[in-house]
């Protein structure tokens, strides 16, 4: 059964930090590439950063470079996003993707994770 569960969201003022996680199973995560949206009230799913499979490429929406990290441990089947100097906007729920494309397309999305910056 495949599972992405998401973890370490919640409440954060403006300039803080946070790190949230996606612990995978039931697929072969290495093989995979990674993926943060989020999603605010009243807004569409948006792309936030992105990593390969072995972690070698990375990639981030304008609106995030420079504050926010993504990472990946395959010995844990976690992928991480770690965000700093938070602004009110970047308050969503946090959303992990998984993305295989080979011969078929496979893809597998967490529940997701609410992050809230405010003070």
């Known amino acids: ?38 999603q605010a009230p009243g807004k569409e799913r948006e792309l936030v950063a992105g990593i390969s499979n072995i972690g070698g490429n990375t990639v981030y929406a304008d609106s995030v470079k420079g ?21 009110p906007e970047d308050t969503a729920v946090y959303y992990c993707n998984a993305r295989r494309r080979d011969i078929n397309e496979y893809e597998y999305w967490g529940q997701g994770t609410q992050v809230t910056v405010s003070s």
Not at 6 to 33: D, H, K, M, N, W
Not at 68 to 81: C, H, P, Q, W
């Open 1 to 38: 059964q495949v599972q992405l569960v998401e973890s370490g969201g919640g409440l954060v003022q403006p300039g803080g930090s946070l790190r949230i996680s996606c612990a995978a199973s039931g697929f072969t995560f290495s093989t995979y590439a990674m993926r943060w949206y989020r």
């Open 67 to 87: 504050r926010f990290t993504i990472s990946r441990d395959n010995a844990k089947n976690t992928v991480y996003l770690q965000m700093n100097s938070l602004k």
